[in-house]
């Protein structure tokens, strides 16, 4: 297993024993998300659309299982958190990574595309944690982390459908983090900004060397970048911090 930034993770409070749902945990940010939990002594069900996902049954024995679903489908969703919970146990943490980016101009974008896009980015965040409320508010307690993007404060062009998503993403989270919270349940977005993964590598590159200029780290991120925020987002340490959004950006987008 990659052991990325090791010190850091396994030095980290409150993970140990975890039971931890990631989604689109096949590649990118959410591999890495998913890696790291495993690394600081989660429990984690690893799930994504992508066949690749089954490497999880063994990477780590006893403590990680892949599970191959469609986020967007209800049964589907239902059907992982029932091989969490015959797995390992109720799910304590819910991790929402899935994305899918179409770029469309506008104008030519038709109804299908948009849905699509809407549905694995932002429909799965519903059905996802709808799916784990019963588990999470038996227990008095959990913390779900939504991701969203610097695109849902700058908007981007040819992907009207993939900012309104992620925009609706974070006003979903703050509506559950009031809804939630006198469960127990705390609910919190990442909005990254240029990270190394599959989804960057549709940007022409003349317009990533561009907007890499103009962030004050000078570099893109990387996957690892997100795995800090998340690992605190995800533990008791952050007990105090609902209904946030936190920016991995380098810099690119300041609040």
């Known amino acids: 297993m990659e052991r990325d930034r090791q010190m850091n993770i396994n030095g980290f409070p409150d993970i140990a024993g975890k039971i931890v749902i990631v989604t689109g945990a096949a590649q990118g940010i959410g591999n890495a998300i998913a890696r790291a939990f495993l690394t600081a002594g989660a429990q984690v069900l690893a799930a994504d659309r992508d066949e690749s996902i089954s490497a999880f049954d063994h990477l780590d024995a006893g403590h990680s299982r892949g599970c191959r679903l469609d986020v967007s489908r209800a049964a589907d969703v239902a059907a992982m958190v029932n091989q969490c919970l015959q797995t390992f146990g109720a799910p304590e943490v819910l991790i929402n990574v899935a994305a899918i980016s179409n770029p469309v101009p506008f104008p030519k974008m038709d109804l299908a595309s948009w849905q699509k896009v809407i549905d694995v980015n932002l429909t799965s965040v519903f ?7 019963p588990q999470m508010t038996e227990q008095c307690k959990g913390s779900i982390i939504n991701f969203s993007s610097i695109i849902a404060h700058t908007g981007g062009e040819t992907s009207a459908h993939y900012t309104a ?3 609706g993403v974070e006003g979903l989270s703050r509506t559950m983090a009031l809804e939630l919270g006198p469960c127990g349940i705390r609910v919190n977005c990442i909005a990254p900004g240029m990270i190394d993964t599959r989804m960057l590598a549709l940007m022409p590159a003349e ?3 561009k907007v890499t200029g103009k962030i004050p780290l000078r570099r893109v991120g990387q ?5 800090g925020i998340t690992l605190l987002l995800a533990s008791d340490a952050a007990g105090y911090i609902t209904g946030q959004t936190f920016h991995v950006n380098g810099g690119l987008f300041l609040t």
């Open 127 to 133: 059905l996802c944690t709808q799916a784990v409320l």
């Open 223 to 227: 996957p690892a970048d997100l795995v």
């Open 207 to 209: 317009q990533r060397r």
């Open 165 to 167: 998503a992620k925009a």
